[in-house]
């Protein structure tokens, strides 16, 4: 087991470092909440925020990044969305517009949000593109299932995203999406990683936090890191955010993982599940 610290990245297929560790920000939509989760998060040592076009709060963050004095580069931005045939611009017109909310130059991670059930893999093509340009680092994709990218993706398109971001927490822990990626070298990053904090209160997880003084929250996301996969979870409380990240002093053993391993049921807490729906 490697070493983990609050600035540990993932080196991605195309050679971009991203941070393991993010904070999210959907459904923080009120700007100034925003600013000072995301500052918040900043001071807590956070170098990695994800938002989307739908977040409505690309503006918001693009403040705080001005706010926060960061040089640009130390500040690891992701942004999704739909794209077109599923919403009324293009897809360099999408990106342009959260580069001008982001007030940025560059979006390091750009994510199609959703598989679409038409227009996906030339949406894809559209934004390496503008990697190309260099308006976007990598690029990823977003609730794709190991299926998907079999019976959909990988007959059109030869290059692999560099992400797939998908629900996953100790409820649902995907394995088998998770192991296709690990094989085609595509970094799984874990959305809803606490479950929307449901799986905080299950007796196992309250024991296991017992057991390294540390808190539920904090031993499910040290396990998704010692999986190797990367984590954002959501808080707008500064204290949250501050424990969220202060995840690199322990180690959980074998045995705690295997436990939290066995807590799967294979149940989400977002009810679309994309191997079965459109968006
Ligand atoms: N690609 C996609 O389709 C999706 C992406 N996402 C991304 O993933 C991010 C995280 O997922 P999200 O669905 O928000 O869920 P999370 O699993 O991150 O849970 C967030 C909830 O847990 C609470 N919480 C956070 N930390 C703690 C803690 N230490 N102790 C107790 N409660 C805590 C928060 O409350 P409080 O704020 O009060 O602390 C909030 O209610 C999103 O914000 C978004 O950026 C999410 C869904 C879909
Ligand atoms: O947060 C996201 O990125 C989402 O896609 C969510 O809006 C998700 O669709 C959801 O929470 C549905 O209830």
Redesign the pocket.
Known sequence: MKNLCVDSSATLNDGTSLPMLGL???ENDDPSQCIKSVLAAIDSGYRHI??AEGYRNEEALGKAINASKLDRDELFITT?AMLPPYCNLDTRSVVEKSLRLLKVEKIDLYLI??PMEEGTEEAFQRLLDLKEEEKIRSVGV??FSAERFEKQFFKKISTLPSVN?I?R?PFARQQGTVNYCIEKDIQVIA???????QS?NHPTLLELASSYSK?P?QVVLRWHLQHGIAI??????PK?IA??ANLFDFHLSEDSMRLIDALNKEERV?SWRPEENWF
């Open positions: 999210g920000i959907f994800d938002t999704k949000h959703w977003s609730n971001q629900e927490h959305y809803s990683p606490l479950a929307r904090s905080l808190s929250a954002i979870p959501k808080s707008t409380s949250r424990e969220n977002i």
